[in-house]
């Protein structure tokens, strides 16, 4: 399949990693050769914690590093809470937004999601918006108007194909070693790019990254990143291992 956008890999850390685990980012560096860097985008979203630290690691290999969640708000008293403007002062330029673990144990609905896609977007970070049904709703035949639904909740007005990325991450599929099929996975990105062209235009929606996320291998990820309109990878567990991480990008390069 030839690729008119350029795919983006991007490693979800979540509440994974210590200081020594910046090695798995050096690491990736390291395999990220010049044929890799032609071909797709990486980027690696450790926890906050580590920001800055893999930002300064990464600085001059070409590879992005993103925040897995950012506040609504710029500033003041949020307890706990991370701004997407320090994310951005971190060296971030991707920030991961209504991941389902943010929407299902944070009680995070679509209308946060967008405020925090927005709030992004404003910080010149690229949201990657995260969208994806449950198990029951896929047994329910209701995977495609869910995953609509939260579009049109999720998405900010105006967003461009270079200031958003959206993510399909089928909730049942994360972490459980489970994928969806190819035939289904082309059926909800399809949906998706419509929808995305109804929300901000075609020409617009022709451009935007549709990652798929969830339980993406080296050995899969051949298989669902040639998918039509499969721009790329959101990756949890195998983004841990620089080799494994790099067998993803390979596959999509
Ligand atoms: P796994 O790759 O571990 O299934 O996680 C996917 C995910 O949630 C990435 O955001």
């Known amino acids: 399949m030839t690729r008119t956008i350029r795919p983006l890999v991007a490693g979800n850390w979540k509440m994974n990693g210590l200081k020594a685990d910046l090695a798995i980012a050096t690491e990736v560096a390291k395999g990220y050769d010049t044929g890799m860097k032609a071909a797709v985008d990486l980027a690696i979203c450790p926890p906050a914690t580590l920001l800055y630290l893999a930002s300064a690691a990464l600085l001059g290999s070409r590879i992005a590093t993103g925040g897995q ?144 996320g969830g339980s993406v291998k080296p050995s899969n990820a051949a298989e669902l990143m040639n998918v039509a309109n499969v721009d790329g990878a959101l990756v949890g567990g195998a983004s841990l291992k620089a080799e494994d991480f790099l067998g993803i990008a390979r596959a999509c390069a």
């Open 69 to 212: 969640d950012c506040s609504t708000q710029d500033s003041g008293a949020f307890t706990g809470e991370t701004s997407a403007v320090m994310l951005a002062d971190t060296g971030a330029t991707f920030a991961i937004v209504g991941h389902s673990e943010r929407r299902t144990l944070h009680g995070e609905t679509s209308a946060t999601v967008k405020d925090k896609a927005q709030a992004a977007q404003k910080a010149l970070l690229v949201p990657i918006v995260c969208v994806g049904e449950t198990r029951d709703e896929r047994e329910a035949g209701k995977a495609v108007a869910i995953v609509k639904k939260q579009l049109r909740g999720s998405i900010p007005d105006g967003s461009t194909a270079a200031t958003l990325v959206v993510a399909y991450e089928p909730v049942w599929a994360i972490g459980t070693g489970l994928t969806p099929t190819a035939a289904d996975v082309a059926e909800m990105h399809e949906a998706i790019r419509n929808e995305l062209g109804r929300l901000l235009g075609k020409v617009t929606a022709a451009g935007v990254r549709l990652l798929y």
